[in-house]
């Protein structure tokens, strides 16, 4: 999947020689596979760090390379600190186990298999109950372009005000959500949460979701400042999408979170 984007930024070296991630390649789907599923424990981990669980609730998915038909979770009711290699599942679009032996969470498979399903392009999806993205949700907007960090949103993505506050447990509210992730990075679904996805990796998908939840909670605290705040010209948003808001980017970003956590929880790999 990495191998097939090629990758375009004003981060890359002119310098030859040094030290820099590079987008791996594989030999076969086995190692791909590997991969794939050690860099969505990783999400997972750095999920907790920020303090995204809340109960059960949360469920990041990456389509397994040979059967695009099937993606990896983590598992129903396991903390994001102690999803690791070993106990994730893989499921199909309709919410069956095929590999695992943990239940699935019937609303990852409604709002991530309907995505998935309907998407062929997106290979990964993140959701998660977070305080911040939660309490812009309520607010039912768009985010806005008030830093760098918030253009890279800018048109990127959408409020979903369809089924807003609805549990999402039922097929009807998966395949509303679904229409809304043509083409854009992230959904604000009101009354509900953030909801990321990727169409070049896993941790491009979490990133933004970590970005995005960042961004709601400045959001939040300029709003309580009671002024308005200097946006970010559309003009220069639009650079900035492009430049610091690209797939590749959030690839690249999540590189030392993977780093820091192979070295501080090596267990994740188990």
Same mark, same amino acid.
């Given at each position: 999947?990495?191998?097939?984007?090629?990758?375009?930024?004003?981060?890359?070296?002119?310098?030859?020689?040094?030290?820099?991630?590079?987008?791996?390649?594989?030999?076969?789907? *086995?190692?791909?596979?590997?991969?794939?599923?050690?860099?969505?424990?990783?999400?997972?981990?750095?999920?907790?760090?920020?303090?995204?669980?809340?109960?059960?609730?949360?469920?990041?998915?990456?389509?397994?390379?040979?059967?695009?038909?099937?993606?990896?979770?983590?598992?129903?009711?396991?903390?994001?600190?102690?999803?690791?290699?070993?106990?994730?599942?893989?499921?199909?679009?309709?919410?069956?186990?095929?590999?695992?032996?943990?239940?699935?969470?019937?609303?990852?498979?409604?709002?991530?298999?309907?995505?998935?399903?309907?998407?062929?392009?997106?290979?990964?999806?993140?959701?998660?109950?977070?305080?911040?993205?939660?309490?812009?949700?309520?607010?039912?907007?768009?985010? *806005?372009?008030?830093?760098?960090?918030?253009?890279?949103?800018?048109?990127?993505?959408?409020?979903?005000?369809?089924?807003?506050?609805?549990?999402?447990?039922?097929?009807?509210?998966?395949?509303?959500?679904?229409?809304?992730?043509?083409?854009?990075?992230?959904?604000?679904?009101?009354?509900?949460?953030?909801?990321?996805?990727?169409?070049?990796?896993?941790?491009?998908?979490?990133?933004?979701?970590?970005?995005?939840?960042?961004?709601?909670?400045?959001?939040?605290?300029?709003?309580?400042?009671?002024?308005?705040?200097?946006?970010?010209?559309?003009?220069?948003?639009?650079?900035?999408?492009?430049?610091?808001?690209?797939?590749?980017?959030?690839?690249?970003?999540?590189?030392?979170?993977?780093?820091?956590?192979?070295?501080?929880?090596?267990?994740?790999?188990?």
């Amino acid at each position: 999947m990495l191998d097939t984007v090629k990758k375009r930024s004003i981060y890359d070296p002119t310098q030859p020689g040094l030290i820099y991630p590079e987008a791996p390649t594989f030999e076969n789907f *086995a190692a791909e596979r590997l991969h794939l599923k050690q860099r969505l424990v990783a999400a997972c981990r750095a999920f907790a760090l920020e303090g995204f669980d809340y109960g059960f609730a949360g469920h990041l998915t990456i389509r397994d390379p040979e059967r695009p038909e099937l993606y990896w979770t983590n598992p129903m009711c396991v903390h994001f600190a102690q999803v690791k290699v070993s106990n994730l599942i893989l499921a199909d679009h309709k919410g069956r186990v095929v590999e695992g032996r943990h239940a699935i969470n019937r609303a990852g498979f409604v709002l991530h298999g309907a995505v998935h399903e309907a998407h062929p392009d997106i290979v990964a999806m993140c959701h998660a109950h977070t305080v911040y993205g939660t309490a812009f949700a309520a607010l039912g907007r768009p985010l *806005a372009p008030i830093s760098q960090d918030a253009a890279a949103f800018f048109e990127d993505h959408v409020v979903i005000k369809d089924e807003a506050g609805q549990v999402a447990v039922e097929e009807s509210a998966g395949l509303a959500v679904c229409d809304w992730f043509k083409g854009v990075k992230a959904a604000i679904h009101q009354n509900h949460g953030l909801l990321t996805a990727s169409r070049h990796s896993i941790e491009a998908a979490a990133f933004w979701f970590i970005a995005l939840e960042r961004c709601c909670r400045q959001q939040l605290l300029v709003d309580a400042a009671g002024h308005t705040p200097t946006l970010v010209s559309p003009e220069r948003s639009r650079y900035s999408r492009e430049h610091v808001g690209s797939e590749y980017i959030g690839w690249l970003h999540f590189q030392p979170i993977y780093d820091h956590l192979v070295a501080t929880q090596p267990d994740m790999l188990d």
